[in-house]
């Protein structure tokens, strides 16, 4: 079956931006992320969203997962759960579109973290 597939526009906007400092991003005591190469998502009236390189993420955490999401702006998201090194195992904690919509092809090799499930530290770039 066909997927919808919509574009931003000025209904329900999408921008994306470079975030300009360095995000952190740690599970308890585990740093299991940090750039200085985040995109910031911004999308209607959802709040911003942070999108990593994904070559900034500690590989050795991640675990493959069957789940998947589609987005009719972004395309299909794929999950990553994360298993730290302590034994704390978040399932489908990271998302990321492999080969996400035109509109938004600049978060293609990036992914996301829920927000509520991990500490997302924002900082000056050489902090």
């Known amino acids: 079956m066909p997927r919808t597939v919509l574009v931003p526009d000025a209904v329900h906007p999408i921008t994306i931006e470079p975030t300009g400092r360095r995000v952190v991003?740690?599970?308890?005591?585990?740093v299991v992320a940090d750039t200085c190469a985040a995109?910031?998502?911004r999308e209607a009236?959802?709040?911003p969203v942070h999108y990593l390189p994904l070559a900034d993420v500690d590989a050795s955490v991640l675990?493959?997962?069957d789940t998947s999401s589609y987005c009719p702006y972004k395309g299909e998201a794929n999950?990553?759960?994360v298993e730290t090194p302590d034994g704390v195992r978040l399932d489908d904690l990271i998302w990321?579109?492999?080969?996400?919509?035109?509109?938004?092809a600049a978060i293609a090799g990036h992914v996301a973290f829920y927000p509520d499930r991990v500490?997302?530290?924002v900082t000056d770039p050489a902090s």
């Open 25 to 30: 991003v740690r599970v308890g005591a585990h």
């Open 39 to 41: 995109l910031t998502l």
């Open 45 to 47: 009236s959802y709040p």
């Open 63 to 65: 675990r493959p997962s």
């Open 79 to 81: 999950y990553h759960t």
């Open 96 to 104: 990321g579109y492999e080969q996400p919509y035109p509109a938004v």
């Open 119 to 121: 500490t997302i530290t």
